[in-house]
């Protein structure tokens, strides 16, 4: 019986190395490629600052690769990452939203393009490192269900993957936690076992994401406008829109004598609202580019628990499909910073239902 063939996206982490062991322990033919994104050679801080795709990821993904045995390639997906990615982030932090570059990087790099080719070199499958489970369910549908350990899921930044995606994706990683990976590494000898994870967005490394705009538009970033109240009472002068995001406090550069929140960003006027933090929470959210994984579509409303961002634990709403790529959420307790650009994305319990993103 022919085995099947998975490729498995590389980062040098310990993560996608355990998970390439894993799939080559359950009889998979395992091939390893590390995805090239970063746009030059010299662009050495990301090597230095443990980026998940940067220079260093090939030396250590290369080295993984040899022990376990396996194949190893990288494969050049600058322009994919440059345009999905990079060129789509500081789009939307010049329209006043705040992206999730780790979502679209998922979906239109580490899926989309990196399916198609390892589709064309004969795969069956990729896989991943991430803490996430795909599973079918009765009806036939393919979706996410939550990691073994709550605290590292991953399900949020991937719920825009679609049906023939997840068809064809493994994560062996999800049945496990984070020490338990660390261990099999050290049991294993991998060189990887103890590497530290990568934190910031790999291809902002200084977390300076007003600078990376600027640099991205050539020197065409917003400029700086004005602080005002939701009444419209100027307050003061801010740096431009790209340097804030809704809910932030501290950077403001602006002393009022009481805590002030940005409310609200408005890129038609160059404005920065701030107002009190309660004047932060709401209860009723709009999203588009809907995607969902768990019912073919929305059939009135729904009961969900809802993420709004990455760290957030999740509220009860309703879900209710008002137009045909349009959703509204209603919060029976306010949640905090519901922030345009980012991702909603709704569970039943621990199975992803789909998301969108927040208008």
Same mark, same amino acid.
């Given at each position: 019986m022919k085995k099947e063939k998975v490729v498995v996206g590389m980062s040098g982490g310990v993560d996608s190395s355990v998970a390439a062991w894993l799939l080559k322990e359950q009889g998979y033919e395992v091939i390893g490629v590390t995805m090239q994104i970063w746009q030059d050679e010299e662009e050495r801080i990301q090597e230095e600052q443990g980026g998940c795709c940067g220079l260093s990821a090939v030396d250590d993904a290369r080295r993984v690769a040899a022990m376990l045995g396996i194949p190893y390639y990288v494969m050049n997906f600058k322009s994919e990452f440059k345009k999905n990615v990079m060129e789509y982030f500081a789009a939307e932090y010049v329209q006043g939203r705040t992206p999730n570059p780790? !979502? /679209?990087?998922?979906? $239109?790099?580490?899926?989309?393009?990196?399916? =198609?080719?390892?589709?064309?070199?004969?795969?069956?499958? !990729?896989?991943?490192?991430? $803490?996430? =489970?795909? =599973?079918?369910?009765?009806?036939? =549908?393919?979706?996410?269900?939550?990691?073994? +350990?709550? &605290?590292?899921?991953? +399900? $949020? #930044?991937?719920? @825009?993957?679609t049906q023939d995606q997840l068809a064809h994706t493994l994560m062996p990683v999800g049945d496990y936690t984070k020490e338990e990976i660390r261990a099999m590494a050290g049991q294993i000898g991998?060189? +990887? &076992? @103890?590497?530290?994870?990568?934190?910031?967005?790999?291809? !902002?490394?200084?977390?300076?994401? #007003?600078?990376?705009?600027?640099?991205?538009?050539?020197? *065409? /970033?917003?400029l700086p406008g004005n602080f005002v109240t939701s009444a419209g009472e100027i307050l003061g002068q801010h740096k431009g829109i790209t340097h804030y995001t809704i809910g932030q406090r501290k950077g403001l550069g602006? /002393?009022?004598? $009481?805590?002030?929140?940005?409310?609200? !960003?408005?890129? *038609?006027?160059?404005?920065v609202v701030l107002g009190s933090n309660e004047e932060v929470f709401g209860d009723v959210l709009y999203c588009n580019q809907l995607n969902f994984m768990s019912v073919p579509d929305l059939e009135g409303e729904m009961e969900v628990t809802a993420k709004i961002r990455y760290n957030h634990k999740g509220a009860a709403c309703l879900v209710e499909k008002i137009e045909e790529d349009r959703a509204v959420c209603r919060f029976p307790e306010p949640v905090r910073a519901i922030t345009p650009g980012q991702a909603v994305v709704f569970y039943n319990e621990d199975i992803v239902v789909g998301g969108g993103t927040i208008l």
């Open positions: 780790c !979502i /679209a990087c998922n979906r $239109y790099v580490k899926w989309e393009s990196l399916l =198609r080719r390892s589709m064309e070199i004969g795969a069956d499958y !990729i896989a991943t490192g991430h $803490y996430a =489970r795909v =599973r079918q369910l009765p009806n036939g =549908r393919y979706t996410l269900q939550k990691s073994a +350990t709550e &605290a590292k899921d991953q +399900t $949020y #930044a991937l719920y @825009n993957l991998l060189r +990887t &076992a @103890n590497k530290p994870d990568s934190q910031e967005i790999c291809f !902002i490394p200084d977390g300076d994401y #007003a600078g990376f705009i600027e640099r991205e538009l050539s020197g *065409e /970033a917003p602006i /002393a009022m004598g $009481y805590p002030v929140f940005v409310t609200e !960003i408005r890129p *038609e006027t160059n404005e």
